[in-house]
């Protein structure tokens, strides 16, 4: 092992180390602040958490509005999309209690941990265009980190605008080998009226993440579905403003039309770190009625004899394409 590979581990250690000494003296004085304002605290009522900024979040009650609140010690910690009991107070209520979860997402921080995102969501839109292109193998991965969550995806295609039959037959049928795997489809413009109708009734009574490649429309789709809230520029500017890290949080918004959105930069693109072998085979749906019946119990998958999923590719069972892309994906992961 070379000394620059012990020291960047040591280093490593230190800002761990670091990060979690600051991450309770930050607990700490909430805790303090809290107890503090106790006495003065409203009735207990549920609510949900609508953004989260270190120590203290904003929470909105049953009537809609929101508050400030610090969280007590004893919860877990709390995301954008969590339902909680909190007690309102002046000038910062107090979080008493979290529901249990339905799903959860999370990503790795800095130091390689997962971190909780967000709470609740129950439907991921993986948001594809014909331009730019969109690509099987992404569209994989954005699906494999969906089943993995255990949130429904819903593939939409958009940009509906600029498609034309002929010329993009093959993004058409791939979008149709993915209805026919059992996946939800819908098409969408942000440039047509009417383009969003479907679109809308989907969304209704739901709690949804927009995932997707850069400039396939998911601002322009956050922005048409929630007119007067740029979310955009709305999390940047309170990012700066509070002279906190680059990386904004996590928002909730509510669609007029029905349905809330939860929505950040890391959500966008939360598909876009690994998971282990065998989530991803497992994060093929179509390929889990053959998984277990490989002559070999440790089976790669990649010629040997007996393998049920290689027989289900030959015999039409599993889309040449998904394999070749599963394939893909494990490739990436073993080459890491
Ligand atoms: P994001 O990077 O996914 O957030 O994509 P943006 O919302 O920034 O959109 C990228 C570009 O695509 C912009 O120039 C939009 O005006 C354009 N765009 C978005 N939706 C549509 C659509 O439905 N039809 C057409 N023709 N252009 C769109
Ligand atoms: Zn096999």
């Excluded at 107890?35 to 609508?50: H, K, P, R, T, Y």
Aim: hydrophobic share 35%; charged share 25%.
């Amino acid at each position: 092992m070379s000394k620059r590979r012990i020291s960047r581990q040591q280093r490593w250690r230190i800002e761990k180390i670091q990060a979690e000494r600051s991450e309770r003296a930050q607990r700490r004085s909430a805790d303090t602040e809290a107890s503090l304002s106790e006495g003065e605290l409203g009735d207990e009522q549920a609510g949900i958490v609508v953004s989260h900024f270190g120590q203290q979040l904003d929470v909105e009650g049953s009537d809609g509005q929101h508050q400030r609140c610090h969280v007590r010690s004893n919860i877990d910690s709390l995301v954008t999309g969590d339902q909680v009991i909190w007690r309102p107070g002046n000038p910062t209520g107090v979080v008493v209690a979290r529901e249990p979860r339905q799903s959860l997402l999370s990503r790795p921080d800095n130091f390689n941990r997962l971190k909780p995102v967000a709470a609740n969501i129950d439907r991921i839109v993986i948001v594809i265009a014909p331009e730019p292109l969109a690509h099987a193998n992404l569209i994989d991965r954005y699906l494999v980190a969906a089943e993995h969550s255990e949130i429904t995806p819903i593939l939409l295609l958009n940009k509906a605008d600029l498609i034309d039959p002929e010329r993009n037959r093959a993004l058409l049928d791939m979008v149709e080998r993915y209805r026919a795997i059992g996946y939800e489809t819908v098409r969408a413009s942000c440039t047509s009226s009417g383009g969003l109708t479907e679109l809308t009734a989907l969304l209704d009574k739901r709690i949804s993440a927009f995932v997707g490649q850069s400039g396939v429309g998911k601002s322009s789709l956050v922005n048409a579905l929630l007119p007067g809230t740029d979310s955009r520029v709305g999390a940047l500017s309170e990012a700066t403003a509070k002279g906190r890290h680059t990386t904004t949080t996590a928002r909730l918004y509510h669609f007029p039309g029905g349905g809330s959105l939860i929505d950040s930069p890391g959500i966008r693109e939360f598909a876009l770190w690994n998971l282990a072998p065998e989530q991803v085979l497992q994060g093929f749906r179509e390929f889990r009625p053959f998984i277990g019946y490989c002559r070999f119990r440790d089976c790669k998958h990649q010629q040997e004899p007996g393998c049920a999923l290689l027989t289900a590719v030959e015999n039409g069972d599993i889309s040449a394409n998904r394999f070749a892309s599963y394939r893909q994906i494990i490739d990436s992961i073993n080459d890491n």
